[in-house]
């Protein structure tokens, strides 16, 4: 080993911290890429009599600067801002349609009180009379616009969980794809990361995380497993498994999340075990907000009218007969059950309490 094979060495190893320097200035724009750095250490020293020479230097490997545990609390903070932005812009609909100060129901329940309180001054009156009953239907109008807005929000809620559950199962199957890949490259170069295709599966995750709250298991042959909700599989080394949109077995006519089966059937996965990312956002809102703000409409509207009828009852028409009911109920009142199967008939809706 002379004078000249060390500097050689040296040169090499300063050759590759360049590439590696041009490599991260290339890639400075490049969403997802992690800055790497070369790791160099001395040779193995030559014995002779007059003891060890150093023989030069080498480098040893390319590593990312990369801390996995501070990338798994990026990921935590950014499923939950994820999740608290999407609901609020869901809640921000619920907020705009109740609080409008033309549309929402304040105004109508305020121009309907005002036509009473002017018939109650002049209750002879025809015109009087009509403008309450005008009043009222407008009163009733507004109450099934609403609800049916709420009806729009939540099917729209339904189409997000379905595009959701496919960018999930596209994501899924990137990040399996990768991770055969890694698993490929590192075999060929034992102990040597592959540190690109590493940044592409990180960024792939990244992504996913945004729309679902995921954790990850590092594997010995470089290939990471991703876990959603309470610890459903969605990425096990390179095989990734499939969800689906399906209908909640409590209510059909909300979409739910469910595992497919090998055998090819498809099982729900309870809501409450999922949260983090636009689609806990989207399912938070539904059953935190959503659910609570048209069954509290629902029963003002039957509270509404159960409390008027029965005061309009107590008056007289222009025969001077006892008033009968103001309000009355379009069909026969139903309501669901968990059980989704089975309808209840309301036969009064007085009995109706409020959960």
């Keep these: 080993m002379g004078v000249f094979s060390i500097g050689l060495s040296g040169l090499n190893a300063a050759q590759a911290g360049l590439v ?16 790497q750095r070369t790791v160099q250490e001395a040779q193995e020293p030559f014995f002779s009599g007059g003891g060890f020479l150093g023989t030069g230097t080498k480098i040893t490997t390319t590593l990312r600067q990369y801390d996995q545990f501070i990338n798994k609390q990026l990921l935590d903070a950014q499923a939950r801002s994820s999740e608290l932005d999407t609901y609020e812009q869901q809640i921000a609909q619920l907020d705009d349609l109740l609080a409008d100060p033309d549309a929402g129901l304040s105004p109508a329940l305020q121009d309907f009180f005002r036509a009473v309180q002017d018939l109650s001054a002049n209750p002879t009156s025809s015109a009087a009379r009509q403008s309450t009953i005008s009043a009222g239907e407008a009163l009733a109008s507004r109450f099934q616009l609403l609800d049916g807005r709420m009806n729009e929000i939540r099917g729209d809620i339904n189409s997000q969980v379905i595009g959701h559950v496919s960018s999930i199962n596209s994501y899924a199957q990137g990040i399996a794809e990768i991770n055969k890949r890694i698993q490929g490259a590192e075999s060929a170069g034992p102990g040597q990361p592959a540190n690109d295709l590493r940044d592409q599966r990180d960024q792939l995750i990244t992504e996913l995380n945004r729309i679902i709250k995921v954790s990850t298991v590092q594997q010995s042959d470089g290939a990471i497993s991703v876990f959603i909700g309470n610890g459903q599989s969605l990425v096990v080394g390179n095989i990734p ?3 689906a949109a399906v209908p909640d077995p409590a209510d059909p006519q909300r979409m739910t999340l469910g595992q497919v089966l090998g055998g090819g059937g ?5 809501e409450s075990m999922f949260s ?4 806990g956002g989207l399912l938070a ?6 659910d609570d703000a048209q069954t509290a409409l629902g029963q003002l509207a039957m509270d509404f009218a159960n409390g008027f009828n029965a005061q309009h009852r107590l008056g007289q028409t222009l025969d001077g007969n006892p008033g009968g009911d103001f309000c009355g109920f379009a069909g026969t009142p139903t309501a669901r059950t968990a059980a989704s199967q089975i309808r209840v008939t309301i036969a009064d809706t007085r009995d109706v309490a409020a959960a």
Excluded at 20 to 35: D, L, V
Excluded at 266 to 270: D, F, G
Excluded at 276 to 279: C, H, S, V
Aim: hydrophobic share 30%.
């Design 241 to 243: 498994f499939q969800l």
């Design 20 to 35: 590696t320097t041009s490599h991260n200035i290339s890639n400075a724009g490049t969403e997802g890429y992690t800055r």
């Design 276 to 279: 983090g990312g636009e689609l």
């Design 266 to 270: 498809t099982v729900a996965i309870p």
């Design 285 to 290: 809102f539904r059953s935190e907000s959503l």
